[in-house]
């Protein structure tokens, strides 16, 4: 299997929510002390930041097909039996997150009414966040049932 490339649209989304988040937080902290007095919006954007940065996370993840895996008993199938078996699950795994992604669909359209408490958007925006990462792994899973993926050897986790 060919390496991924370094950086991709998830990654650089993801790492601006966290490093927006950092500066949220330190708001909040300065805001706490008799220096200034912080902003009361910056509790719920920073929560709102958080949920969007794990979500688009979680697809730079699958992007990257570094999830957490037990492998031992697939390592003792040979390479076709263990193609196979990849494939079926590379099938669950995209029905399942087909159906969570309808679900996140129907969570936006929902809450698309429900107004937030301190910043000037509705619910629905913080509920597109499962339904966007649940988008881009399906584009990867897809992508990785259309290639040729190297089950030859599990991968081991690099530190």
Known sequence: MKKPQKYSVEGIVASVFFIVLIGVVLVQVFGRTPLFRGPVWSEEAARWLWVWMAFIGIAEVER???QLKMAFLADLLPVGARRVLYTIIDLVYLGIMGHLAWIGYKTVLR????????LP???ALLYASGFVAA???IHRIIRRLMGRRDVSVSREPSL
């Open 64 to 66: 990257q097909d570094s």
């Open 111 to 118: 809450t698309s009414g429900n107004v937030t408490v301190t």
């Open 121 to 123: 958007t509705t619910d």
């Open 135 to 137: 988008l881009l792994i």
